[in-house]
């Protein structure tokens, strides 16, 4: 009588257990949609058509990205010399067949296009990448700041039916979001194991 007991206490406390974990889960995905929600706003300006170039040195208007598609990913990469940037551009490289059944999608750095083509190919990286080196877009899509410094993140761009363009969203990186699996793989290590390895 008294294992049966235990036995049902033990039942009732998983149960409790998993129940706090699916709010926990539940609100988590609520807030997510609340941050999208918000940082949309921040992000809605009318864009102009920028020319960057492409890795082969070609000059390429943003308004040619999209190909047949009405939104583009942009990813602001901070460049060759970043080892988290290129921690997320190797994540990108395993997914881009899946984005582009959404969006146009490419990655743009400050690298001149011929260090960029030699890096890709080095990674392996199959998305498309655009050098804004000699262009104030990146510093125009918030992704430089005034002390010289490059921010990672992503801007989505829409075209409209007139041909014009419109950043509809945007967000940054950074350790621990939503744009690199490995960080969230590292989170289920024991907080001792992620210690060490930063000693």
Known sequence: ???????????TESEKAEKKLRKITEEIADLRKKYIKQVSKLAAMDVKDYTLRSSD??????????GDNKY???VHNMGKSCSYCTLWA???SG???FMEKKAAFGVVSPDAPEV??????SRGWKFKMYSSEGSDFTKDMGYYTESGAYWPG?????????GSLRRVSKDFFGPGDFYSSPWH?????PQEVNEEKKQ
Do not use: C, P, R
Request: hydrophobic share 45%; no cysteine; proline share 0%.
């Open 116 to 121: 960029q083509k030699e890096f890709a190919e």
């Open 154 to 162: 992503v801007s989505v761009f829409h075209k409209l039916a007139d």
């Open 185 to 189: 793989f590292f989170d289920l290590l």
């Open 72 to 74: 583009l990913f942009l």
């Open 57 to 66: 040195g070609n000059e390429v208007k943003i308004s040619e990205m999209f």
């Open 90 to 92: 190797d994540g990108f």
């Open 95 to 97: 997914v881009t067949y």
């Open 1 to 11: 009588m008294g294992k049966n007991k235990e036995a049902k206490s033990k039942v």
